[in-house]
C-alpha cells in the first residue's frame, strides 16, 4: 500500500511536507501520536489518528502510540469551563492498560520491524525533580533564541 495515495483517496491528507512522500518509500519511517489517559476508553475523537496509525503500519511502517502518562496528572489547558480531575497513577495506569487493549484490536504490536509500540511520556518524566525541569527548559529557550 503507498501510505500517501491511500490517504490522499480517503480525503485525508489537506497539506504535506515537502519530501515526505520520499521519506516514506526510502526506510521505514516512524510516526506517533498521542493519546489521553485520563478516561478508560478512547472516544471518536481517537478514531481518525488510530486510522493514520493503523494505514502507516500496513503500508510498512512504524506506529507508535505515546501516552501521557505524565501530561495526564496535570490540569487541562484546553481553556473548558472547569479544570480535569487529577488522577492517581494508578488509575491512569489502569486507564492506559484498558486503552492498550483497544488499540490491540487494530495496531499489530508483534510483527517485527514495524511491530507498533507504546510509549509512556511518565517514563521519561517520573525521575525528573522540578529544578531539573527548569534547567532543561532555560537550556532548550536559550537554543531556540
Not at 490540569?75 to 497513577?89: I, M, N, T, V, Y
Request: charged share 20%; glycine share 8%; with cysteine.
Amino acid at each position: 500500500m503507498e501510505l500517501i495515495k491511500e490517504l490522499t483517496w480517503r480525503g485525508m491528507i489537506h497539506d504535506i511536507m515537502p519530501g515526505t512522500e520520499e521519506q516514506l518509500t526510502k526506510e521505514i519511517t516512524s510516526a506517533y501520536v498521542g493519546f489521553d489517559p485520563t478516561a478508560d476508553s478512547l472516544h471518536i475523537g481517537n478514531l481518525v489518528p488510530v486510522m493514520l496509525l493503523k494505514f502507516l503500519q500496513l503500508s510498512g511502517h512504524k506506529p507508535i502510540a505515546l501516552v501521557g502518562g505524565a501530561t495526564g496528572m496535570i490540569g487541562d489547558p484546553s481553556g473548558k469551563s472547569a479544570e480535569r480531575q487529577l488522577l492517581s497513577l494508578e488509575d491512569i495506569n489502569f486507564n492506559l492498560e484498558a486503552q492498550k487493549k483497544q488499540l490491540e484490536q487494530f495496531l499489530d504490536f508483534d510483527c517485527g520491524d514495524n511491530s507498533a509500540e507504546i510509549v509512556n511520556n511518565y517514563d521519561w518524566f517520573k525521575d525528573i525533580n522540578l529544578l531539573d525541569f527548569f534547567v532543561i527548559q532555560e537550556s532548550i529557550l536559550l537554543l531556540v533564541i
